[in-house]
């Protein structure tokens, strides 16, 4: 089935820094989300982006947190700069189209700030 | 506050039982409701959806019950295999406008062979 890709699987970083987390959308999707899950928790929304914008976005999503797709390559999720609570799992998704269809996840990202 | 909560968080079962996982809800706008499974070092995928405008949804082993005045649903599975072994996260969403699944912290199932 479609596929959503996500780089790296794993990233450390320090306490900061800046981290880019990269995904590869389904080619024809027109929806694309982050979620953010703690380790033992449930997935939580971050932000939802769709043509060129964000729609919405959760009180989860701070001020160092921003999402672009430029040209309709990579839909990137950049938090500049990092802190220790920014440590989780982070899901890329995507849909073709908006509220209430099938979103389709990538495996995700592990980020841990140190 | 959880909007989504699942019970048990985690569940074994023999080799060809029904497995039960249960969902309850707290936000009465909610009208779509994904199951996803996830195995482990894959992507969460869906399974199953129902929304509100029928009580039952089935494919194949898969049957989710929805009950909208008491708020809950459950996801069996019937003659449950080793294969079906994952992580389920109930989830939920409503068409009035927010972009957000919400979902529930999941059921970890063991099929014992």
């Known amino acids: 089935g479609p596929k959503v890709l996500q780089i790296p699987s794993h990233q450390i970083i320090d306490m900061g820094q800046m981290v880019t987390l990269n995904c590869d959308p389904v080619s024809n999707h027109l929806y694309f989300y982050w979620y953010k899950q703690i380790l033992g928790q449930q997935m939580e929304f971050l932000v939802n982006?769709?043509?060129?914008?964000?729609?919405?976005k959760s009180k989860l999503f701070k001020d160092q947190f921003s999402v672009e797709r430029p040209d309709g390559s990579y839909f990137t999720l950049k938090i500049q700069p990092t802190a220790l609570e920014d440590s989780a799992v982070y899901f890329c998704?995507?849909?073709?189209?908006?509220?209430?269809?099938?979103?389709?996840f990538g495996k995700g990202t592990r980020l841990t700030v140190v | 506050q959880q909007q989504v909560r699942q019970s048990p968080q985690s569940l074994t079962v023999w080799e060809g039982e029904t497995a039960i996982l249960n969902c309850s809800y707290e936000?009465?706008?909610?009208?779509?409701f994904p199951w996803y499974w996830q195995f482990p070092r894959e992507s969460p995928a869906l399974l199953i959806a129902i929304r509100p405008v029928s009580n039952k949804k089935e494919d194949g082993r898969f049957t989710i019950f929805f009950n909208k005045r008491e708020k809950k649903l459950s996801l069996h599975i019937t003659d449950s295999q080793p294969g079906d072994s994952a992580t389920y996260f109930c989830?939920?969403?409503?068409?009035?406008?927010?972009?957000?699944?919400?979902f529930g912290s999941g059921t970890q199932l063991t099929v014992m062979p």
């Open positions: 998704a995507s849909s073709l189209e908006g509220l209430n269809t099938e979103v389709f």
């Open positions: 982006f769709y043509n060129g914008k964000v729609m919405e």
């Open positions: 989830a939920a969403s409503a068409s009035s406008g927010s972009w957000q699944l919400i």
């Open positions: 936000d009465s706008t909610f009208d779509y």
